[in-house]
């Protein structure tokens, strides 16, 4: 499970003395590892529980991060924002309260909450040590899960220093308080007592002051008691173990590292010779020692090391390789030993087992073969396996955990089944998260996340536990809006602080300049800045291209000053007097005179706005000059004052470059025409392929260029003349080359198509030539056939062939001839005694008899078949209605 992260807000602002939050200001800093000048101007309860501490430190030093937390804590207590972590109740004054230890984490929960706790972890141990050895019932922290021997669970309500029970509800001292002297031993064990009232939170550091030295020793300085452990800075020079350098590292706490000094050392048997530190100069070579040993018969088994080699270990008494018998003739260490015969018996590596081998020289077997009747780790399968086997059976587990919610599943589990591996996930008492721990019994842990309450910029902000959000309100933030203002007064208004929703509206003068020139005299109606968000705790879903915007501000109101206007056409001489913010336009009625766009001609209508003029209207930057003040209109009312000039209709006359035969598409213009796009199509030379290409880009080619163009770059694919080939150049103009040449290989056959040969195109070409016939009129299957005489093999060949068809002609046999007198007399005496042979009356009818009770069975047959399988249709369809009625009912049950 997560530890719990610091249950205290945030301690307060470092600007503010410590009666100031005495009140129920919400002010609060956001940093608690900041320092903060402590003030002692005006008495309160926390300068009572520091007067002391601070007697000894001075005001005026800073404070440590555990005396903010204390302080946040006193301030904490009493605005009464102090939960408790298991029921998540406010923690009044007068309840009995229990602390975790000064090793802990020091939070606050009811006395009745931890010992239901503390009996529900005790529990759940004991159920869990039943089921596998457990050594101790031990339960933890809800919050830093640090662990308590079941001995320690509180049975009484002491005060925060521990030495009252039952402390008093008293106003004017600070609740779950004794009010005397902590006295506690502070951290690090440096001999001294906590010097503050008794108070919840960990012990300030040691404020006494102390003679020192630093880490090696060279130094000596003044210091606090908590901080007299420092470095000065200074190489350590202190003696390595090498006792042949010192230290060269900065002073430093820790044991100095080995000496990293390089030299050249030699192994322990003084062969070889390496480059190494000063802390691995006593080294082993990879070489064998191969000495003689104190026998002179024995070389040394062992590797690189230093001084003499030792005694043989075969001098002395010789017994046989099993140990049995002893040899006393035998005192040669050079002298083999003989075995005994009988049985070895030495114990084998299974530890039950003895080698059954006689005596004999080396190690015994390593794997113990002896058939033993072993039983698996869960009991179930007893069998006859080889010792140094282990038996394992297939039974999963069928026990609960220590959960009690999940099967152990384990094969052959021996009943130590394994913690649960399942995350628990139920949810939590703060109704926000779920459980993270890994499954178990009894009741989950609290939450372990804290949730930060801050204004509306951030600075400011508090923490509370996880759950305990709902009841609060954001705190009061003494820093200005961090939303400055859109409209043009954001630099003169008085700023504002931060809070949440819109900001106050500007209340100014506006006195912005218009399009005109003259100043506006309304209250600021500039644009406003987009809202702060509202205060919630609820998570902001995530909105894609949904950002909020200002307000937009209101235009001015029409300037009402007089000026001069010109005309339509921004004609001299027809000026006339209106108002700056009147938009009317007005028509001289003269003569456009404007040049038409192709260049040539002027515009012969009545004065009207021109679009050219709309577009750029100059504004005159002084406000005497009244003559030359335009307005800028905007694009809908430029189209709808807007009237275009003549068009010239003519068509275009000029040639074009290069000359083509497609006319310029465009009017009458005064620039030069417009390359000719036209796609015009040519085919390729062997008439494969049409390309297409705009009709410029091919007449600015050369001859040459545009044969290069038309060409596909592929085959020419069309046929010669004298030969089925097709021609092998790459496409070109003009005709093919002369068939005569074309040298592709032929197979050429005697007219039996037994012998065959490989000639050139334009031999056999020269071939038919030869013999009369045009090489135009042989077809493609015909082409080189016959040109080759048959030779005496082919004759013979031929011969085979002739004798295998001959032989494969089936033989016709003439069938046997039959005596036909005799069997026709045969046949007629057959004929005849069927003639005479009679049937009666009785027969016949019981062959009708039985013709009909044939018919009619085979007709119930048929009905009964129709009947039933129309009825098991219907029986069919019922039964599948009912089953997935049922399916139905099990993917969606009825609420």
């Not at 282990?390 to 913690?419: M, T």
């Not at 400055?484 to 506006?510: D, F, N, T």
């Not at 010669?720 to 092998?728: F, G, Q, V, W």
């Amino acid at each position: 499970m997560a530890s719990a992260v610091s249950l205290p807000p945030p301690p307060p602002n470092p600007n503010l003395p410590f009666s100031a939050f005495d009140s129920d200001s919400d002010t609060a800093s956001s940093d608690g590892d900041h320092h903060h000048s402590i003030s002692t101007t005006t008495p309160s309860f926390t300068d009572t529980i520091f007067a002391a501490y601070l007697q000894i430190s001075g005001p005026s030093t800073t404070t440590p991060s555990n005396l903010s937390k204390i302080h946040s804590f006193l301030i904490s207590s009493r605005r009464g924002s102090l939960a408790c972590l298991v029921c998540l109740e406010r923690i009044r004054p007068s309840d009995p309260v229990w602390s975790c230890s000064p090793f802990g984490c020091h939070v606050l929960l009811h006395l009745l909450c931890i010992q239901n706790w503390a009996a529900q972890s005790s529990s759940t141990s004991s159920a869990r040590s039943a089921l596998r050895p457990s050594p101790s019932d031990d339960w933890h922290c809800p919050k830093c899960r640090l662990t308590y021997p079941r001995s320690s669970i509180p049975r009484a309500y002491l005060c925060f220093c521990g030495k009252v029970y039952d402390p008093p509800s008293d106003p004017w001292i600070l609740p779950h308080s004794c009010g005397e002297i902590c006295d506690r031993p502070l951290k690090n064990d440096c001999g001294h007592r906590c010097l503050l009232l008794c108070h919840p939170g960990p012990c300030p550091p040691c404020p006494k002051i102390v003679t020192v030295k630093c880490f090696c020793g060279s130094l000596e300085d003044v210091r606090r008691c908590a901080q007299k452990s420092f470095s000065c800075n200074s190489p350590c020079e202190r003696l390595l173990p090498c006792r042949a350098h010192r230290c060269r590292e900065t002073c430093h706490p820790e044991e100095c590292p080995p000496c990293a000094v390089e030299g050249v050392y030699k192994c322990q048997c003084g062969e070889i010779e390496e480059k190494r530190k000063c802390f691995e100069r006593d080294f082993q070579c990879d070489r064998p020692c191969g000495g003689a040993l104190e026998c002179g018969k024995h070389e040394c088994g062992r590797g690189c090391h230093g001084g003499p080699c030792g005694e043989c270990p075969l001098k002395g008494k010789r017994h046989c390789p099993c140990g049995k018998v002893e040899r006393r003739g035998v005192m040669d260490c050079n002298a083999p030993v003989p075995t005994c015969g009988s049985t070895c018996e030495k114990v084998l590596g299974c530890g039950r087992h003895r080698c059954f081998e006689r005596c004999h020289k080396g190690p015994c077997i390593e794997t113990c073969r002896a058939v033993v009747i072993k039983s698996c780790r869960c009991g179930s399968l007893k069998k006859e396996v080889p010792c140094y086997q282990d038996l394992v059976c297939e039974r999963k587990c069928q026990r609960v955990r220590d959960c009690g919610r999940h099967a152990c599943r384990r094969r052959c589990c021996d009943g130590d089944c394994p913690p649960c591996p399942e995350i628990c996930g139920r949810k939590l008492r703060c109704s926000n998260h779920k459980c993270p721990s890994p499954c178990h019994r009894g009741v989950c842990a609290p939450c372990p996340l804290m949730v930060s309450i801050s204004c509306a910029c951030g600075e400011t902000h508090f923490e509370v536990p996880c759950g305990l959000e709902a009841d609060q309100k954001p705190p009061r933030c003494p820093k200005p809006c961090p939303m400055s203002r859109l409209c043009r007064h954001a630099s003169k208004s008085k700023p504002h602080k931060c809070h949440y929703g819109s900001c106050p509206p500007c209340r100014l003068v506006c006195e912005e300049k218009l399009l005109c020139g003259h100043a506006c005299i309304k209250r600021c109606h500039g644009p406003t800045p987009p809202p702060m968000p509202e205060f919630t705790l609820k998570p902001k879903k995530k909105k894609f291209n949904k950002q909020s915007q200002g307000t937009p501000g209101s235009t001015c109101p029409p300037c009402q000053e007089i000026v001069l206007k010109s005309c339509l056409g921004e004609h001299m001489g027809s000026e006339r007097s209106m108002l700056c913010s009147d938009k009317s336009r007005f028509s001289c009625g003269n003569f456009c005179g404007n040049l038409l766009q192709c260049g040539n001609h002027y515009c012969t209508k009545q004065c009207h706005v021109l679009m050219s003029i709309l577009s750029v209207l100059p504004i005159s930057e002084s406000n005497e000059n009244y003559s030359s003040r335009t307005i800028t209109l905007t694009k809908t009312e430029r189209q709808k004052l807007s009237e275009p000039c003549e068009e010239c209709l003519l068509p275009c006359q000029k040639e074009r470059d290069p000359a083509c035969i497609h006319p310029c598409p465009l009017p009458c213009h005064s620039d030069d025409c417009a390359p000719c796009r036209v796609l015009i199509k040519r085919s390729c030379h062997c008439s494969s392929m049409v390309h297409v290409f705009e009709c410029t880009y091919f007449n600015s080619l050369s001859d040459k260029g545009q044969q290069r163009a038309r060409s596909c770059g592929g085959p020419c694919h069309r046929k010669l003349r004298n030969c089925p080939h097709l021609c092998s150049e790459i496409c070109h103009p003009d005709h093919c080359p002369s068939s005569n040449k074309c040298l592709k290989k032929v197979t050429v056959r005697c007219p039996c198509h037994h012998l065959k040969n490989e000639w050139l195109c334009k031999d056999v070409q020269d071939a038919y030539r030869r013999t009369g016939r045009d090489p135009k009129d042989i077809i493609k299957r015909q082409f080189g056939i016959g040109l080759l005489p048959c030779n005496l093999e082919c004759t013979s060949r031929q011969k085979v062939v002739e004798s295998e068809l001959q032989l494969r002609k089936p033989k016709v046999e003439t069938p046997p001839t039959l005596d036909v007198g005799h069997a026709t007399k045969r046949r007629k005496r057959r004929e005849r005694i069927q003639e005479h042979k009679q049937i009666s009356k009785l027969q016949a009818i019981q062959a009708i008899m039985w013709k009909c009770l044939v018919c009619v069975t085979v007709f119930v047959i048929l009905v009964a078949i129709a009947y039933y399988g129309y009825k098991g249709l219907f029986l069919l369809s019922d039964w599948m209605n009912e089953a997935e009625r049922r399916r139905l009912n099990k993917l969606h049950p009825k609420i």
